[in-house]
């Protein structure tokens, strides 16, 4: 079973900055890609930007230019620096990962419970 742990959200004023982080433990044999999404009230769930093992991104057009996605292998950690936040930011981003778990060398699509980023003044 792989887990997922979050941490970085919070409150921040518009054009400030955060940076999430999301570790994954448990029985992990690959992680293929890791992923931010992110949900805001009455909306539907929607992909901020994702990162293969290779190192290749994606990211939503808009947030393109302002987020920046980066995942250290060696400690399964995908993070997500967000600048320039605007209030339309304002969600509970959720971390994914996918790859194959060790032991029963099936994969796994795994979430974390979220994180909220508000964009305020």
């Known amino acids: 079973q792989v887990q997922l742990v979050e941490s970085g959200g919070g409150l921040v004023q518009p054009g400030g900055s955060l940076r999430l982080s999301c570790a994954a433990s448990g029985s992990i044999f690959t992680i293929n890609a890791m992923g931010w999404y992110r949900q805001a009230p009455g909306k539907q769930r929607e992909l901020v930007a994702r990162?293969?093992?290779?190192?290749?991104?994606n990211y939503a057009a808009s947030v393109k230019g302002r987020f920046t996605i980066s995942m250290d292998n060696a400690k399964n950690t995908v993070y997500l620096q967000m600048n320039s936040l605007k209030p339309e930011d304002t969600a509970v981003y959720y971390c994914?990962?996918?790859?194959?778990?060790?032991?029963?060398?099936?994969?796994?699509?795994?979430w974390g419970q979220g994180t909220q980023v508000t964009v305020s003044s």
């Open positions: 994914n990962a996918a790859g194959i778990a060790g032991g029963s060398w099936s994969g796994y699509d795994t």
């Open positions: 990162i293969t093992s290779g190192g290749y991104t």
